[in-house]
């Protein structure tokens, strides 16, 4: 039985869809069965992130619909066999998700796939919610700014309230991912210092991913960055974050950061 994750925020352009692809590639390199399922209906990236817009035949929604069975909408990645795509639709919006047909599919990737990885819509509608229900775990990413992390915030309280898991009366894993770290910028006060988000969140600390044209270079090349440049410092940090996924208890980097502030963290509220 997989484990279903969902990797979401309250602000759109945080880096959800990067974190979906690289956490996907970085599980499937360490031999796990993965899908990487997009939310995003109406809006479709993930196809582009993983290199696959040109292989969309069926999506999403055309299962939840009866048009397509679910291993005619899934794609295989060309570079990593274990490791599949479920598209969004480009042309419907997210009213045409169901409740119910959305557990189906959840429920049939479960059986099939070591990690189900749901790259939730921005905010806190319809998509958003359907995108968490049937998690068992959540990424929460935000940047270290004022309204990224007051925005996660709130939807740290839905995960909390609206999933299959809260209403059953226990609990929803929560993970925090910060983004766009720069340590320059974190001294000099122009963002949020790594104790201050975490200070607000109180969430356990799954990674810190360094601000990186790597990251942009690997998106418009079709690729997740932990195989286009699994040496830069955002590679390594998401196959780090991937490892503390998969119950490996490794060392918090700080990118660019004083040794002082690695033994602060270090051991301390990593997931």
């Not at 990645?77 to 419907?92: N, V």
């Not at 990424?139 to 270290?144: F, G, L, R, Y």
Request: hydrophobic share 45%.
């Amino acid at each position: 039985m997989g484990k279903v994750l969902v990797v979401t925020s309250g602000k759109g352009g945080v880096g959800k869809t990067t974190t979906t692809a690289a956490l996907g590639a970085a599980l499937a390199q360490a031999g796990e069965t993965v899908v990487v399922v997009d939310f995003d209906v109406g809006l479709r990236n993930l196809d582009l992130v993983m290199g696959a817009e040109r292989r969309v035949v069926f999506d999403l929604i055309n299962v939840i619909q009866g048009v397509a069975k679910l291993s005619q909408a899934l794609i295989r990645d060309k570079r990593l066999e274990t490791l599949w795509l479920l598209p969004a639709s480009q042309t419907r919006d997210k009213d045409a998700l169901t409740e119910e047909g959305v557990r189906q599919v959840i429920a049939e990737l479960r059986e099939r796939f070591d990690w189900v990885i749901c790259d939730s819509p921005a905010g806190i509608e319809r998509g958003a919610i359907l995108a968490m229900r049937y998690a068992d775990a959540a990424i929460i990413v935000t940047n270290p700014e004022v309204s990224s992390v007051r925005d996660s915030d709130r939807i740290i309280g839905m995960l909390d309230s609206k999933t299959e898991r809260a209403e059953n009366g226990s609990r929803i894993d929560k993970h925090l991912l910060i983004t766009r770290y720069d340590a320059g910028r974190a001294q000099r006060g122009e963002m949020l210092s790594i104790d201050d988000v975490l200070e607000i969140l109180s969430t356990p600390l799954l990674g810190i991913i360094p601000e990186s044209q790597d990251v942009l270079r690997a998106s418009n090349v079709g690729a997740p960055v932990t195989l286009a440049n699994q040496l830069s410092g955002a590679g390594r940090a998401y196959a780090e974050a991937a490892r503390r996924l998969q119950g490996e208890s490794i060392a918090m980097t700080v990118p660019n950061q004083k040794r002082g502030l690695f033994d602060k963290l270090f051991g301390r509220r990593a997931a």
